[in-house]
């Protein structure tokens, strides 16, 4: 295994339970307890996790992990995913996308879609986040608008009210919203109040508004709230998904397609 995966499984593995001794790591991981306290030792000069007497403990109270230490989970549906919502868009529409693992799949989604391999543009694609606007901007028949704002490391995201100028200012066909949960009663949320904030902004400029969540995020909420469900028109997720979570989306009005 090399250092790259073994850390994205550490921190994973960290995020899950607040704390790992290095003695479990090193089992879990089929490595040697020197190798764990190693990257243990490493990753708490990078601050990404508290030092403790025989292993370690999540950074700080409120804690996320950043964008690119996230392990690929759930990445076969996410693809599926990505693909289904790359299907709904309209060539020659502005589409806003969120951050996000599963956003950053439905961008390469765009990005390969035989409907949108040529035009004048082929897509006008309005994203907060730089990753996005990295992978796509190479792509001729697509414009890229990026927002303005403050770059959170975690999860490649501008925000700040930097990006209020810019949103203010125009108007989308459709946004495409991320989430780390989307519950009929407390609505599609966020970790982070300044990535709501911003990822509310592109869902009242658009028309009409996709969430893009595997099923591990449905019927979950999460500290900052985007929007209600209600403010939801499709919901994209994976096969996984019970029927009762299918028929209460249904109930208010989101259209549910599951892949």
């Known amino acids: 295994m090399s250092r790259d995966a073994r850390w994205k499984a550490l921190l994973e593995l960290l995020v899950e339970r607040g704390r790992l001794e290095v003695e479990q790591a090193a089992a879990e991981l089929e490595v040697s307890p020197a190798t764990i306290r190693r990257d243990f030792d490493q990753l708490a000069e990078q601050q990404m996790l508290v030092r403790t007497r025989g292993g370690a403990v999540v950074h700080g109270v409120s804690y996320e992990l950043p964008l690119r230490y996230k392990t690929a989970r759930h990445a076969t549906e996410k693809q599926r995913i990505a693909k289904a919502v790359a299907d709904l868009v309209v060539p020659g529409e502005a589409v806003g996308l969120t951050g996000g693992t599963t956003t950053t799949e439905v961008a390469r989604a765009l990005a390969v879609h035989p409907d949108l391999a040529s035009g004048s543009p082929a897509l006008t694609v309005v994203t907060n986040a730089l990753n996005i606007a990295g992978e796509l901007v190479v792509r001729p028949q697509f414009k890229i608008v990026l927002t303005g704002g403050v770059a959170r490391p975690q999860s490649y995201e501008l925000v ?6 810019v949103l203010s200012q125009i108007t989308m066909d459709v946004a495409v919203l991320g989430v780390v949960a989307f519950d009929v009663t407390h609505g599609a949320a966020a970790h982070d109040e300044a990535e709501a904030a911003i990822n509310r902004l592109l869902c009242e400029r658009a028309e009409r508004v996709i969430v893009a969540a595997d099923s ?6 999460a500290f900052a709230r985007i929007c209600a469900a209600e403010s939801v028109d499709t919901l994209v ?3 996984a998904v019970d029927e009762e979570t299918v028929r209460r989306f249904t109930e208010v009005g989101v259209g549910v397609v599951a892949v």
């Open 160 to 165: 700040g009210p930097l990006a209020d100028g």
């Open 216 to 221: 591990s995020k449905l019927g979950r909420r």
């Open 237 to 239: 997720t994976d096969a």
